[in-house]
Structures are given as C-alpha cells and as structure tokens.
C-alpha cells in the first residue's frame, strides 16, 4: 500500500508515466525497425517543413515529427519519441485538470493513472494513430483553460485558452466538436453563461485564429477541396441518407463501447456508490464537474447531429474517442465526490498498475508469438502484427546492394514508401496511396535517378498508375533471419527515367 500511496501525487504521475512509456516505448524498439502504416504514412508525408501536406488533417503532427527527425533520423526511434512523449503529455494534463477540479492530488493522480485501463489510451494509441494524440492533449487542455478563465478571467488567461485552442485547431478538425461541447457547456450554467460575453475572449479568438493562418493560406494555395474531402473520408455519396445516418450513428455507440473498454466496467465496479441516483444528502458537484462532464455530452451530440445531417457512415473509432478524452477526469471527480474512501482510491490507483503491466505482457506476447498473435487477432483483442515480422529491413539492405540509395523511390504502396525511408533516410518517396497535396520536393541529389518498387499482387495497380511497361523489372527475394526465425518477401524494381512526370 506504501509504494501505491507514493505514486498517489504529482511526483507519482511523473514516475508512472515515465516507467510506463519507457517499457512501451524499448519493448517496440526491440521487437521491430518496422514502422506501422500509420507511421509509414507520416514519414511519407514529413520529407521536408512544409504549411500544409494534406486536406484530410491540419500540419501540427507532421512539423512536429520533422522537427524531431532532424535530430534523431527518420527511423523508429523519431516516431517512438513523438508517441510516447504525447502519451506522458496526456497523463500530465489530465493530472493537472484533475487536480483544479477535484481540489485533491491523490485523487488528480487517479484520475491520471486511470487512463491507463481504457482502451483508446491503454491500448490504440500505443501503435496506431498519429493527430489523435494530439488532439487528445488539445481537448484535456483546453478544458482545463476554459476553467481557469471562468474562475478568474484576465487577459494572461484568455491568451493561454487562444493558444490551447489553436493547438486543438491545428491538430485535428473533430477537434470543433470537442470546442463546441465545451462552449454549449459553459453556456447551459447561469453562473458562467455570461463569462462568454466577456471582451478579453476576442483575444482568444484572434490568438487561435492566428494559428490556423498559416495552414489555411496554403490550403488556397493549392485549392484544397475541403468539402470534397470530408466527403470522401466521411462516405456521405454512398448508399440513402438514412442508411448512411444509421451506420453513422451505430459508429458513435461502438466508439463509446471501444472507448474505454473493460474501463467502463472498472470504473463502474471501483467506484460504483458515483454511479447510484444522487440522493439529497450527497454533495453537490462543482462548476467545474458540471462543464467538463457536460462538454463530453455536447461534443457527442454535436457529433451525433453533424452525422445525422449529412448522413455520414464511415465514422471510425479515432474520429469520436478524442472527444471523450476528459471523461476519466470526470468519473474520478464524481467518485471523489460521492465515495472518497481512501481504500477506494487506493484499489482505483492499483487497478492502473495492474491494467498497465497485463497490457505490457500482450503486448510482449504478441510481439514474440506470432501464434499467440495470430490467435488475438482472430478474437479482435489485437490487431495482426504480422506486417511488423515484413522483412523491409533485408528490402533495404537489398536496394543498396543495386545502388539505390539515394534519389526518388516509387512505391505502390504506403508501407513500402514510408519503411523504406525510415531504413534509407536519403531517399525521396513517393507512394501510389499517399495523401499528399503536392509531391515531396526535388533535392539536387534526386534528378540523378528513379526507380518503381511494389510488391506482386500492386502489379497491376502500379502499371495503371505508374504509365509504364513493368515487364523487365527485376525480381528481388528477400529473406531475412528473425527473432520470428526466417521471414520472406517478394518485391519487383524497376529503374524509370528521371524525367518522367511520376517521378517529378
């Protein structure tokens, strides 16, 4: 009980979080350089500092990661530190938004630490996604802003809530859901409808704006169909719009389910007297409690509205749980509330720990047992990892064996593109699926060559893409010896002419 005490304050958080994204971090490390394809996907994106890549997402991630690449390469380890660095980001905000709500260290530490056993922090975030982390730390933050304007508006705070909503802004778009729910929420109090109406607000508005300048203009730049975009990724052209509306808002019920996983029903079990109808006697909840519950509840609706209006149907998991990344902070509060029994507290603080180590032992299971591997995925408790026992290693080790090194690499798809740069940072790529807006600018070192690079069954897709007569491309076997023991992989090479507008 003595060390779960100790890790129940700020200096607890720090070690927690510390311990905790170091093992994640060398246990990826260890297992493969492979990089997953949302990563790929990334490091195809950020080959040089640029305003914008994209329509479908804002640049914040991306500059962030070429920031990082320019001191550390374009490998894993780049990828790990931004991932991980996030994820402690994340447990600090939400101590710290904890600690001003509740009042309470040991409990702001609990509320922390329970991120640990929902399914969206605990799990996903450890090898997909990339914005969503970011705007997980702009939605914790910018309630956290919110509050501490509301208690005591001046100008210094208005300007922090303009830089917190910039963030959010810049990271990803569903953060507008999210700042949305927060606005409604503080509006539905009396006691802080009127805060809004306060001029130094301007200031927060100016300062958030002036984030987004940058990226906006080069979205005219480039005639950047947002509209048409957000159409595609949303699937609003397919199908009736009811039809579309219904397995749009069946999405936002999963995304509640996935959210926290086994963490609604810990939470639920731990602290299960929060959960009861109040009774009279039971102290009220603070402002504070109120909005940040209220802001979730707003967000999703919000959420929920949008979708049924434009019948969106293709609503992933990392598109609503964002949303709901300060409900921790708010069932914590409630249950220190309601059934502040320290033993509770303790068993709530446990709990993380517990959940924390069980995820690391899958996670090293299913890393080294690629049966065990196998067999989860089947079930959907994890997703294959097959794709990290690719030998892209012996693929690069085999591109230089035939001299590239160095100029521009055509790869069918994201993965070949993205693992190929991790493993020879002197390449410019380009992929058949990337998201990209322009391509990746020409160095002097790149006009020197070109080759096309996919695997057997992209044939045809590269030969429609490409414009080219693939039938002397080179065959190249790749096997390499593992922890897995011998993998293999079959890609085709064909050198292009430099000139050609593909490769341009």
Not at 26 to 43: C, M, P, Q, T
Request: glycine fraction near 8%; hydrophobic fraction near 50%.
């Amino acid at each position: 009980m003595r060390r779960i005490d100790a890790l129940l304050s700020a200096r607890g958080v720090w070690l927690f979080w510390l311990t905790y994204s170091v093992c994640f971090a060398v246990i990826r490390y260890v297992a493969s350089g492979n990089l997953s394809k949302d990563d790929a996907r990334e490091n195809e994106l950020v080959q040089a500092i640029a305003l914008g890549y994209q329509t479908r997402q804002p640049p914040l991630f991306e500059w962030i990661l070429w920031g990082v690449q320019q001191g550390v390469g374009t490998g894993i380890v780049s990828h790990l530190l931004v991932r991980y660095v996030a994820i402690v980001a994340i447990g600090l905000a939400a101590y710290a938004v904890a600690r001003a709500i509740t009042g309470d260290a040991r409990w702001a530490a609990a509320a922390s630490m329970s991120y640990a056993f929902t399914g969206f922090f605990g799990w996903v975030l450890h090898e997909w996604l990339t914005q969503s982390l970011l705007v997980s730390i702009a939605c914790i933050v910018s309630l956290g802003a919110m509050l501490t304007f509301l208690h005591k508006p001046s100008t210094s705070r208005a300007l922090v809530l303009g830089v917190a909503i910039g963030f959010g802004l810049m990271s990803k778009f569903n953060y507008l859901l999210y700042l949305g729910g927060l606005v409604l929420a503080v509006a539905s109090r009396s006691e802080t409808r009127a805060r809004l109406a306060d001029r130094r607000l301007l200031l927060s508005c100016v300062v958030a704006a002036a984030c987004c300048v940058p990226y906006l203009w080069w979205l005219t730049t480039v005639h950047g169909d947002l509209v048409g975009m957000t159409s595609h990724v949303l699937g609003t052209s397919e199908k009736p719009h009811l039809i579309r509306a219904l397995l749009g808002l069946g999405s936002i019920v999963a995304s509640l389910v996935d959210f926290f996983s086994v963490g609604w029903i810990l939470l639920a079990v731990l602290g299960w007297p929060a959960f009861y109808p109040p009774h009279d006697r039971r102290p009220a909840p603070s402002i504070d409690e109120r909005i940040a519950g209220r802001a979730v509840v707003m967000a999703t609706a919000l959420a929920a509205i949008s979708i049924a209006l434009v019948g969106a149907s293709k609503i992933e998991t990392r598109y609503v749980c964002p949303l709901l990344a300060t409900v921790p902070i708010w069932a914590c509060a409630r249950i220190a509330r309601l059934a502040p029994e320290p033993r509770r507290l303790r068993r709530i603080a446990a709990t993380a720990v517990s959940c924390a180590a069980l995820l690391f032992a899958v996670r090293v299971l299913t890393f080294f047992d690629t049966e065990v591997s196998t067999r989860l995925s089947s079930y959907r408790v994890v997703r294959d990892y097959r794709e990290f026992t690719v030998p892209y290693d012996g693929l690069a080790a085999e591109l230089e064996a035939h001299g590239v090194t160095g100029g521009t690499l055509v790869a069918a798809g994201i993965r070949e593109a993205g693992n190929m740069r991790a493993y020879l940072p002197d390449l410019r790529v380009i992929s058949g699926d990337s998201s990209r807006i322009e391509p990746p600018p020409r160095r002097a070192g790149d006009r020197g060559g070109c080759v096309f690079l996919w695997k057997d069954d992209e044939r045809d897709v590269m030969r429609r893409w490409a414009q080219h007569d693939l039938a002397s491309a080179v065959r190249l076997a790749v096997t390499t010896s593992t922890m897995w023991g011998s993998r293999h992989g079959v890609w085709y090479l064909l050198r292009a002419d430099p000139r050609s507008p593909i490769c341009a």
